[in-house]
C-alpha cells in the first residue's frame, strides 16, 4: 500500500483542478470514478492498491452504466438526465485507452483465430481466451464476443 498508480494519481490531481475550476460535472464524475474505485480496493478479504489495469476495468464498467443509463433515460424521454450520464461517459472515457476501430478488432480476431487454431461455433471459448488479453479496455466484451461470433459463423 504504498505506491498508488499513476491513473489513480491523475484523476486524483483532476479532481482537485476540477474543484478549484468550479466544474461540477467532472468534480461529480471524477469524485464517483474514484469511489468505485476505492469500493474496489477494498472488496474482497483485504484491502489492496488497484494497478492501472484493475483501474481501467473500474472505469470501463462505470462508463458502460452511464452508456446504459442514458440509453434508458433517452427511451424514457428524459433527455436531461440521459445528457448528463453522457457528459459523465464522456469524462470517464477520457481516462480510458483509445477504443479499437472495427478493422482493428477484425485484425486481432484473426490473429486470435490463426494463433489458437479454431474453427466452427464451439470454439468461441478458445479464441476469447486469446482474445481478451488483447483487447483489455480497448472494446466492450460484447462487441468482441459479436465480432467473434460472426467470424467463426463464417
Do not use: C, H, W
Not at 474496489?40 to 473500474?58: A, C, M, Y
Amino acid at each position: 500500500m504504498d505506491r498508488m498508480s499513476a491513473l489513480k494519481d491523475k484523476l486524483k490531481a483532476d479532481l482537485t483542478a476540477s474543484m478549484k475550476s468550479r466544474d461540477e460535472i467532472r468534480t461529480r464524475t471524477i469524485r464517483m470514478a474514484l469511489a468505485a474505485v476505492n469500493v474496489e480496493e477494498v472488496s474482497g478479504r483485504t484491502s489492496r492498491e488497484l494497478t492501472d489495469d484493475e483501474i481501467v476495468k473500474v472505469l470501463t464498467k462505470e462508463a458502460k452504466k452511464r452508456r446504459e443509463a442514458a440509453e434508458a433515460f433517452g427511451g424514457a424521454g428524459r433527455t436531461e438526465q440521459a445528457q448528463a450520464e453522457l457528459d459523465e461517459q464522456a469524462i470517464l472515457e477520457e481516462y480510458l485507452p483509445a477504443q479499437l476501430s472495427d478493422a482493428e478488432l477484425a485484425a486481432l480476431v484473426e490473429e486470435a483465430l490463426a494463433e489458437s487454431g479454431a474453427s466452427g461455433p464451439q470454439a468461441m471459448g478458445q479464441v476469447m481466451k486469446v482474445l481478451n488479453p488483447k483487447v483489455a479496455g480497448r472494446a466492450e466484451g460484447g462487441r468482441v464476443a459479436q465480432a467473434v461470433r460472426a467470424r467463426l459463423a463464417g
